[in-house]
């Protein structure tokens, strides 16, 4: 047997604590412990990318460009590594080409060594221009492929896929299981496959909701997977990924060692248990494995926010119906895998089903995916429920991003004086109601002026405080 040395993607920084924590992680909770963590030897961290924009900006008063900045001027051995949704970009809906180009020329000026870059719906034309563009700025380009189960999604479905990636340009492909329901030898049946057509690294992304995680992973290893994402121990498991210490334990002495030291492991664990309980109020997770994810293909994420919603409904006695009706939509639907931004739609769409009878109320998501603008779907849609919810309007039959005019001319305008640096468009431009709250609060910082009571103000004498 060769050799062949399995490089670890640390994900504590992005999705560890985005699957744990909410997301809610601080930078000043990360770069203590960063010094440590690029010494280590990690093939990369991830850092950026996935719901992280977002929450900076929504939650915790940072500007994502900023937390970046400080992340690279630390990590000086290390490559860095981003979640990107293709033309979803960090967003949750398509986004215009100009502001793909733009982002991912920031993002790489930034710093960013690696895009993984995948799409809810496996249609590769959502992520030809992130691609192209990542290409050209010189970054790694990661292509991705999103796995789920269904009666279209075989092993000759995803080989497709994989030489449509490659076609494309891709530098190493990603298998990604955010579910957490690939299981142990069909990834070795998998990646046997891909290793043998394709002569490109091949990594696996995986949570570990129902289990089988690290199984997977050894027999991913066994059939040529080159690199596998883990979380420090304190923050793995759950519906996070497997931890870090264990793998690099099980695969040493063998031909896959990782070369990884377990003592500084040690150290930064004992790190992040303590940063851990700083954020306790959001870390809802606690069941070891959830079984549900293997029968009904339900992320944690999801779980955890049907709770929510059927709590707010007084309807938490609903919560098997509804996990009962999530495969049934998603069939009617045409078995879009279950991330995001599809999880949320199905999901969403199966509550109001249980609750407010078959498709009687209807998201403006749903609508949008039925016409196509989201992509293609895996299978075809229940051409009944098609009709129910857009009757007889003709779903759009090309790339749906060409129906999106420019709109960085249109972002730069109306965010105006709260304009700092170019990168303020972007944020503005994919998450306008929240970048404009925080720059509005950022404006109003540099200004000494307490926006709060200015609010309040305006709103009792109608006089501005300042222009907004």
């Known amino acids: 047997m060769t050799a062949r040395k399995v490089g670890i993607t640390d994900t504590t920084w992005r999705d560890g604590h985005q699957s744990l924590l909410a997301t809610r992680m601080k930078t000043e909770d990360m770069l203590p412990i960063a010094a440590k963590m690029d010494q280590v030897g ?20 940072e500007d994502p460009w900023e937390r ?3 992340i690279k001027q630390v990590l000086k051995n290390t490559k860095t590594q981003m979640l990107l949704r293709g033309q979803n970009l960090v967003g949750y809906r398509h986004y215009a080409d100009d502001v793909v180009e733009e ?32 290409k050209k700025e010189g970054a790694h380009v990661q292509a991705t492929i999103s796995y789920t189960i269904s009666p279209v999604h075989d092993l000759q479905y995803f080989l497709k896929l994989a030489q449509d990636l490659v076609d494309l340009g891709a530098d190493s492909l990603c298998i990604k299981d955010m579910a957490g329901i690939l299981k142990p030898y069909a990834a070795f049946e998998l990646v046997g496959e891909l290793k043998k057509r394709f002569q490109l690294p091949v990594q696996m992304h995986s949570h570990y909701t129902s289990g089988m995680a690290s199984m997977m992973y050894l027999k991913a290893i066994e059939a040529g997977a080159d690199v596998i994402d883990t979380a420090i121990s304190t923050m793995a498991l759950g519906t996070s990924q497997p931890a870090t210490e264990t793998m690099v334990a099980t695969l040493e002495g063998t031909p896959y060692d990782t070369g990884l030291n377990l003592e500084p492991l040690s150290e930064i664990a004992a790190y992040f248990k303590e940063v851990r309980k700083k954020y306790r109020d959001y870390d809802v997770y606690k069941d070891g494995v959830d079984v549900n994810v293997l029968l009904y293909q339900v992320p944690g994420g999801m779980l955890s926010n049907f709770i929510s919603h059927l709590q707010q409904q007084n309807a938490l006695d609903k919560l098997p119906d509804v996990l009962a009706e999530v495969p049934r939509v998603r069939e009617e639907l045409g078995y879009p895998p279950l991330v995001t931004p599809t999880s949320q739609i199905v999901g969403t769409q199966a509550v109001l089903n249980v609750l407010m009878g078959r498709y009687k109320m209807v998201t403006t998501e749903v609508r949008n995916y039925m016409r196509g603008l989201y992509g293609a779907t895996p299978a075809p849609v229940d051409e009944e429920i098609r009709k129910m919810i857009i009757g007889e309007e003709e779903p759009i039959e090309g790339r749906a991003a060409d129906l999106i005019e420019p709109h960085l001319p249109t972002a730069r305008k109306e965010i105006g004086m709260y304009l700092q640096k170019e990168e303020d468009v972007l944020s503005y431009a994919i998450f306008p109601q929240v970048a404009k709250k925080f720059l509005e609060e950022r404006y109003a910082g540099k200004c000494g002026v307490d926006f709060a009571l200015a609010r309040q103000n305006e709103a009792e004498t109608g006089a501005q405080v300042y222009p907004l």
Do not use: P
Not at 42 to 61: I, K, P, Q
Not at 107 to 132: C, P, S, T, W, Y
């Open 42 to 61: 990690f093939h990369s961290m991830e850092v950026w990318g996935g719901a992280t924009f977002d929450t900076c900006m929504r939650y915790l008063n």
């Open 68 to 70: 970046l900045d400080k």
């Open 103 to 134: 982002f991912i020329k920031k993002a790489v000026a930034h710093g960013m060594d690696i895009f993984r870059i995948f799409d809810a719906m496996n249609d590769v034309r959502n992520l030809q221009k992130a691609m192209e563009v990542a």
